[in-house]
């Protein structure tokens, strides 16, 4: 059965609309979505008809892709998914995508000969080792730093064409410290990620200075049709975070001097993996090494500081060094029974 570009990219849209459960969708919902964002994605100005999706989602609840996919009727008008957990991106692959993702990956290993490409290489070695591990062909041979119970990373596409759009997003979030989600409306500037866990940088529209908003803590997301996209003056995305550990940043801070010392078992370590890209060696001797990083004092550097223990002791600044040693006591108490 012959899938064309566009079939796939409707199927999708179909499967995000289903599996956000904030809102109810009737079948002229999904035919102005997917209209809309086949508008905004690959410049598809007709539109889609009722019967092309009337029948995309017949495909979709069939087996003829694999996706069975659990889609009923509440009340005679708004189409859901029974099972809250579903996607289609979950389906196992059929034959043909894996025949087609063989080529793809042939197609980059030969770019990834290219000295301006060769940060393929790991975007590679995983589509090679997934496409033989789902085909049952092999076991695993290489493994990636990931976290299965990471929620949110649906949202990325979502995500990635509204800042490419400069759409306005509705989105319900809730913070580790909110004990109620809040719904608010947010201009998209960036996605970041660290350690494996994804950030939207944002502004609300209620306020002037930029947010982060982890991808897991969002729990709903939509387009906010004619609010005017606001952007975000004065910021160089591609050296804002330049001077940063993590994501924790405002406006107005500015780059420290941090003066390290390293001890002698763990100086090879520091040395290969560098804490930050502006890492320094000032002085090597027989306790170890003493090196310098320019970076902003935030959470996430104390965090990356302290996960050293008792190897490394902050020299400098004199405030980092407080912050750094009243935790290391506040652990420390913990353990006083010991």
């Not at 042939?106 to 393929?120: G, R, S, V």
């Not at 959470?299 to 490394?312: K, Q």
Request: overall charge positive; charged content about 25%; some cysteine.
């Amino acid at each position: 059965m012959a899938i064309n570009k566009l079939a796939l990219i409707r199927y999708k849209i179909i499967d995000d609309c289903l599996r956000n459960r904030m809102r109810k969708w009737t079948l002229e919902e999904l035919i102005h979505t997917v209209s809309e964002k086949l508008y905004e994605q690959e410049g598809v100005e007709n539109g889609v008809s009722k019967r092309t999706i009337q029948g995309d989602i017949q495909i979709m609840r069939s087996d003829k892709l694999g996706y069975n996919a659990p889609i009923e009727i509440a009340e005679r008008k708004y189409y859901y998914y029974t099972d809250e957990g579903y996607s289609i991106t979950k389906a196992p692959m059929n034959e043909v995508d894996m025949n087609r993702l063989k080529e793809v990956i042939e197609l980059l290993k030969q770019f990834n000969a290219f000295q301006y490409l060769e940060d393929m290489g790991e975007l590679v070695a995983r589509l090679e080792d997934r496409l033989y591990s789902s085909a049952g062909q092999t076991v695993s041979y290489i493994q990636f730093e990931a976290n299965a119970l990471l929620k949110g990373l649906h949202f990325i596409t979502p995500l990635y064409q509204s800042i490419r759009n400069k759409k306005a997003l509705v989105i319900t979030y809730q913070s580790f410290k909110a004990l109620q989600p809040a719904t608010a409306v947010y201009y998209p500037y960036l996605l970041k990620e660290y350690r494996n866990r994804w950030f939207l940088i944002c502004r609300s529209k209620k306020a002037s200075h930029l947010l982060n908003l982890a991808l897991d803590r969002i729990i709903a997301l939509s387009d906010v049709p004619g609010e005017p996209f606001v952007e975000h003056t004065g910021v160089d995305w591609d050296r804002y975070y330049n001077d940063l550990v993590g994501v924790t940043k405002n406006q107005n801070d500015r780059a420290h001097k941090v003066i390290i010392q390293v001890n002698k078992a763990n100086a090879p370590y520091v040395l290969t993996k560098p804490l930050h890209h502006s890492q320094q060696l000032l002085e090597e001797n027989d306790e170890g090494i003493i090196i310098r990083i320019d970076v902003i004092l935030n959470f996430e550097l104390e965090r990356e500081l302290l996960s050293f223990g008792e190897t490394i002791k902050v020299l400098a600044p004199r405030l980092l060094a407080g912050r750094v040693a009243r935790r290391l006591l506040q652990a420390a108490r913990l353990y006083g029974g010991i």
